[in-house]
Each structure stands twice: as structure tokens, then as C-alpha cells.
């Protein structure tokens, strides 16, 4: 033993001096390093823990968001569908009455022109039976005496008026 | 030729208790370990500076290897393991350091180094040894009661009895190769240097010096590992023998 150094004071120290090492560095550094990274772990996992609850809301905000944009979308084009089927009625309608006002129009013109084809058919008629009579006048004043012209020229007048019907 | 002796040499004697180069070693390997871990955990912050950074790796490193090997037990024996680790590197490191073993004094025509490796001192790796086994012993019995010592004497069965003489011889002898692995290498790792460094001074010893770093993390690791497998063993041992009754 004593040719290898062993020596009970120097053994005796060495085990205290380990001693003293274990109960030093498991206070100055395990205790407040594991100490340390313990807390680290728990702040990150309810670092995760939160933003995975943050992902689940925003999912389901965009879900929400995602179907009331859908929603808006469908109002939007029920509105567009109903303002078109509006525009198309009105259109339908604004035609229409165009239609029956230009149909009135020329039913109108029509009826002016007939009133105005009667009245202009009656003048040129009447100045067809004047000459007529200027004519037969002028034949018949050599021939008959003027009461029988005149009762004559009535006479042919009163049938010419029953052959045109007037 | 260099200065080499298997025994740790007497500096001086304190209160008539002998002090060796080896002891002074082991408290200035003390002092280092302690002013780091108090450097390194003084003002600690969520966002680690550097120094903080080198400790959390290192321990939280640590934490997580003996964690394989000791399972649910590790915040228990981490400590020590942990301890066992840290303080056999630093002593094998500061061993290799100039100075330590060169410089010193002259006692007429005999050399007395100042400084020593303290683990290139048997009495330092017989002390770790020692508290090694008195810890695993300690927890198996922590562990399991006074059951745990039917492990080394159990009359119920002569075979068991003969286990038993023989568990305890293998208890004993774990001390001795405990000690003697870890004192055979970082001797013969100095020795080595030394001789080199004799032989040829400049450039040649540099290899065998980072081999030696090596041989002193691999010496650690080794130690600590094997008292962490040794208590590992001894309190499934003790927790079998409690659940057999």
C-alpha cells in the first residue's frame, strides 16, 4: 500500500473533496441549469400549446369567414339574378307600351287618313256633280225650258246620288 | 530522465497531515469546477448567453445520456454520475497541462513536483471508487430495504449462499478495477508524455498529448458510465428481490 501511494489521511480527503464537489455543483449548476431548461420545456409547450389553440380559432374564424363570404356571394347573386329578371320585365314592359303606343300612333294615322280620304272624296265628288251640272246646263238650255231643266238636273242628281249611295 | 514515481509525492504536511501534489491538484480542479458552475448559473435568462449556453448543453447533455441508462432513477443518481463525469475530465485535462509535473522543487537531488494529475494519484481514484460503490450500495438499499441484502448473504439456499459470497467479492473488486482502470491509464498516459517529451521535446509529444485528451474523456466517460449501469443494476436487483418478497 505504501509503495502505491495509498495513504488513509490523503483517501480520506479525497472523498470529502468529492463530496464536497457533488453537493457544490449539484447546487451552483444542476439544480439551476435542469432547473432552467425544465422551465424552458413548460414555456415552449405552452408556447405551442396557445398557438395550436390561435391555429384552431383562426380555422375556425376562416371557416366562418370562408361562409359568410359564401353567403355574401349567394345574396350577391340572388340580388344580380332578381335585378336582371327586373331589368327584363321592365324592358319587356317599356317595349310593350311602345309597341301599343306606336300601334295606337298608327292606328291613329290611319283613321286620319281615312277622315281625310272621306272628306277630300266628298269635295271632289261634289265638284264632280257641279260640273256635271254646269255641263248638262249648258247642253239642255237649248232643249227644255229652265223649270224643266231644273226638274231634270234634280231628277239625275237625286239618282246619281241614290247610285253612289250617298 | 524524467522525474516518475507511482506514488503521489508529499508537498508539506498541514496540521501534521501530509499534503500532496496530488491533493493540490484535486482542489485546483475543485476551485475551476466551482468558479465555472458559478460563472455559468450566476445571473441566468430564458435567452442563454454563452456561458449559459456551454452549461445547459453540457449538463442537459449529461442529463439526457444517464437518462438512458438509469431510466426513472436518473434525477436521483445524476448528481453524483454527473459529478463523477465533470470531475474525473477536468482532473485527467488539468493533468496534461505545462507545468503539472514539471514544475516543483529540488529536495537535495530528489525532484518534488508542485503539481500532479490527481487521477494519476491512486489515492483519488481509490476515494472515487470507494464513494462510487458506497452510492450504489446506498440506493440499492434506498431502493429496497434490508431486502436488498439478501443479495450478498441469503442461508435460505446454499447455492444462494455461494452467490452471495460471490456477489459481494464482485463488489469488492469493482473498487479495485474502478480504481486501478482509471489510475493504469492517466499514469501511463503521463509516463508516456513524459518519456516523449524527454526523448524528443518539440513537435513529436503533440499527437500522443491529443490522444491522451482522448484516453482522459474516454477515462470518464467509462467511470461515470459504469457506476451509473452498476446503479442501475443494483436497484432493479433490490426492486426484483422487494416485488419477489
Known amino acids: 500500500m505504501e509503495k502505491l501511494g495509498i495513504e488513509p489521511s490523503l483517501l480520506l480527503a479525497q472523498i470529502v473533496n468529492f463530496a464536497i464537489i457533488v453537493v457544490v455543483l449539484t447546487k451552483l449548476l444542476y439544480k439551476p441549469v435542469l432547473g432552467m431548461l425544465e422551465k424552458r420545456k413548460k414555456e415552449i409547450e405552452e408556447g405551442l400549446a396557445i398557438t395550436e389553440r390561435m391555429r384552431a ?110 | 530522465m524524467p522525474h516518475i514515481s507511482l506514488a503521489a509525492e508529499i508537498v508539506t504536511r498541514l496540521a501534521g497531515l501530509p499534503i ?46 444517464f437518462g438512458t441508462v438509469t431510466g426513472t432513477y436518473v434525477n436521483d443518481v445524476f448528481p453524483l454520475v454527473a459529478s463523477l463525469f465533470l470531475f474525473i ?72 449462499f455461494f452467490l452471495g459470497i460471490l456477489e459481494l467479492v464482485s463488489e469488492l473488486s469493482k473498487v479495485i478495477s474502478f480504481a486501478f482502470r482509471l489510475f493504469g491509464n492517466i499514469f501511463a498516459g503521463e509516463v508516456l508524455l513524459a518519456v516523449m517529451a524527454f526523448l524528443m521535446p518539440f513537435v513529436v509529444p503533440l499527437p500522443f498529448l491529443t490522444m491522451e485528451l482522448f484516453v482522459g474523456f474516454i477515462q470518464a466517460l467509462v467511470f461515470s458510465m459504469l457506476t451509473a449501469v452498476f446503479l442501475t443494476v443494483a436497484v432493479s436487483h433490490g426492486k426484483e428481490v422487494h416485488h419477489n418478497g
Not at chain 1, 227644255?144 to 242628281?157: E, F, G, N, T, V
Not at chain 1, 237625286?158 to 253612289?164: P, R, Y
Not at chain 2, 475543485?30 to 430564458?46: C, K, V
Open chain 1, 57 to 166: 380559432e383562426a380555422e375556425k374564424l376562416g371557416g366562418r369567414r370562408e361562409k359568410l363570404i359564401a353567403e355574401a356571394r349567394s345574396e350577391a347573386r340572388v340580388i344580380l339574378e332578381d335585378a336582371k329578371k327586373q331589368g327584363h320585365d321592365a324592358e319587356r314592359e317599356i317595349v310593350a307600351n311602345a309597341q301599343k303606343e306606336a300601334a295606337e300612333i298608327i292606328e291613329k294615322a290611319k283613321r286620319e287618313a281615312a277622315a281625310t280620304h272621306e272628306a277630300l272624296s266628298g269635295d271632289i265628288r261634289a265638284e264632280a256633280i257641279n260640273l256635271a251640272a254646269t255641263m248638262a246646263k249648258r247642253l239642255v238650255a237649248g232643249i227644255l225650258s229652265p223649270a224643266d231643266q231644273h226638274k231634270l238636273i234634280a231628277k239625275h242628281l237625286v239618282d246619281l246620288g241614290k247610285a253612289k249611295g250617298v
Open chain 2, 20 to 65: 500532496s501534489n496530488a491533493l493540490i491538484t484535486t482542489w485546483l480542479v475543485m476551485g475551476i469546477l466551482i468558479i465555472l458552475s458559478y460563472l455559468s448559473t450566476r445571473s441566468m435568462t430564458m435567452v442563454p448567453g454563452r456561458i449559459q449556453s456551454v452549461a445547459e448543453m453540457l449538463v442537459g447533455g449529461l442529463y439526457d445520456f
Open chain 2, 89 to 160: 475530465l477536468a482532473a485527467n485535462w488539468v493533468g496534461l497541462l505545462p507545468g503539472v509535473g514539471t514544475v516543483g522543487f529540488f529536495h537535495g537531488e530528489e525532484f518534488t513536483p508542485l503539481l500532479r494529475g490527481a487521477t494519476a494519484d491512486l489515492n483519488t481514484t481509490v476515494a472515487l471508487a470507494l464513494f462510487a460503490m458506497i452510492a450504489i450500495q446506498y440506493y440499492g438499499f434506498k431502493t429496497s430495504g434490508m431486502h436488498y441484502g439478501k443479495r450478498f448473504f441469503n442461508v435460505g439456499n446454499p447455492i444462494y
